[in-house]
């Protein structure tokens, strides 16, 4: 069983920056293209970005493009979201997913195994 353990989340202020860690256990990291999603209160879980396996394609939502960049490192069984010029707007519960495909899709019905979230919360 694939277990995801998102870490880094906080509060911070607008403008500032943090950076999102999960960490894989229990499956083939190198094989599964890694995403990241968020859903604020009140509303539906939406797809932030997603990297392919070997993490040579990267592809990200409109809102957050430019501004938050997604890297893997399969020796270390991890990827990370780092998230830059932070808006209020960008408060949310983050989730790490596994796309078994290895291919990424901004879908959620995409991904096989989520993580249980962290908290984000941008300060005006």
């Known amino acids: 069983q694939v277990q995801l353990v998102e870490s880094g989340g906080g509060l911070v202020q607008a403008g500032g920056s943090l950076r999102l860690s999960c960490a894989a256990s229990?499956?083939?990291?190198?094989?599964?293209?890694m995403g990241w999603f968020r859903q604020a209160p009140g509303k539906e879980r939406e797809f932030v970005g997603y990297?392919?396996?070997?993490?040579?394609?990267?592809y990200y939502a409109d809102s957050v493009k430019g501004r938050f960049t997604i890297s893997r490192d399969n020796a270390k069984n991890t990827v990370n979201l780092q998230m830059d010029s932070l808006k209020p707007e960008d408060t949310a519960v983050y989730y790490c997913?596994?796309?078994?495909?290895?291919?990424?899709?901004?879908?959620?019905?995409?991904?096989?195994?989520w993580g249980q979230g962290t908290q984000v919360t941008v300060s005006s």
């Open positions: 997913t596994a796309d078994r495909s290895g291919w990424g899709t901004t879908s959620l019905r995409g991904y096989d195994y």
């Open positions: 229990g499956g083939t990291f190198s094989t599964y293209a």
């Open positions: 990297t392919t396996w070997s993490g040579a394609n990267t």
